[in-house]
């Protein structure tokens, strides 16, 4: 067996093929065009056992992981992290290409449990969504903070209440006492306000979007307690199906919810995992917050837990692997439901 590893970037990919202990047979540059995915193609040709291993960065990578898979090669996500490790680790000395396609084959070689890539499916679609409302919710927040060193300098001891300004009411409100004064300030203050004001309609307009496709994309997942659409987007795009994970132990470690163990002898202790997907390990942590918060579930848990001697920061992530284990189960039932839609679909246009 020979695996390709694959440096990617916005011009070339870099494929360098190892054995099945680790040794450089052979290495290729191609253009990251289609007609440079084809190049590639014919150069894995000469081997026959052939699996790819891609450095994970999906906006230099998916053309060629999307043509690769359409080929009908066998493709596995590095991430970036596991490429440092195994380079620090290797004999040649330096940052190259090819040195970095070179630790992207020997991690899929160490690791190979690594996910399989798929192609990509609606699941994108609702992480771009995502993405940009959280784009505009962030450019929305700086124009909010401008804006009120702009009301400081015009009327001092006037202050909209926190977490007001993406309220019209409240802004109409600012625009009005905004119209009594005159200069460039007030200028730039109530430009401010019009370009906040727009914004809050197009991400309130991305929300109802995303909760429109989320529904029937993810009921299972929406009904579990502290889960809301955005939470249920985050983790539907992030995960980019469910079925790429071979349980809900790798899940886990894929969002960090997954302990990491720290013990000699019989004292046996666990600490909090930092790595992993750190927007899958947030959305998992709001749900148990918004859990604990509501009396729901989660809290319950998190009495059980403490009166059995765990400390609070114990019982929580005691909750969040729990929370990951029931989101595993609800994504694979979702996944399912949608692959049988889509075979029925397919079934009836045949």
Known sequence: ???????????SHTIVAIDGVGRKVGHKTVAATPAGHLEALRFAGTFEDRPWAIEDCRHLSRLLEGDLLRAGERVRRVTPRLMARERRSGRERGKSDPIDAEAVARAALREPDLPLAQLDGPEREVRLLLDHR????????????????????????????????????VLDGVAARLAEHHGVVAELAAELVQDIRSSTRRINELERQIQKRMEPMAPNLLAVRGCGALSAA?????????????????????NGTAPIPVWSGNNVRHRLNRGGNRQLNAA??????????LNGPGKAYIERRLAMGNTKTEAIRALRRRISDEVYRRLTIDEAARNALVSGHVSVAA
Do not use: C, Y
């Open 1 to 11: 067996m020979v695996t390709l590893g694959v440096d990617a970037h916005k011009r």
């Open 134 to 169: 959280e784009d505009l919710v962030a450019e929305r927040t700086r124009m909010q903070n401008r804006l009120r060193w702009h009301l400081h300098e015009l009327m001092p001891g006037f202050e909209p209440a926190p977490g007001s300004l993406d309220r019209f009411k």
């Open 234 to 254: 985050k983790l539907v795009g992030e995960t980019a199906r469910v079925g790429r994970f071979t349980d809900r132990a790798a899940f886990a470690r894929h």
């Open 284 to 293: 998992i942590h709001r749900i148990a917050v918004t859990q604990i918060r």
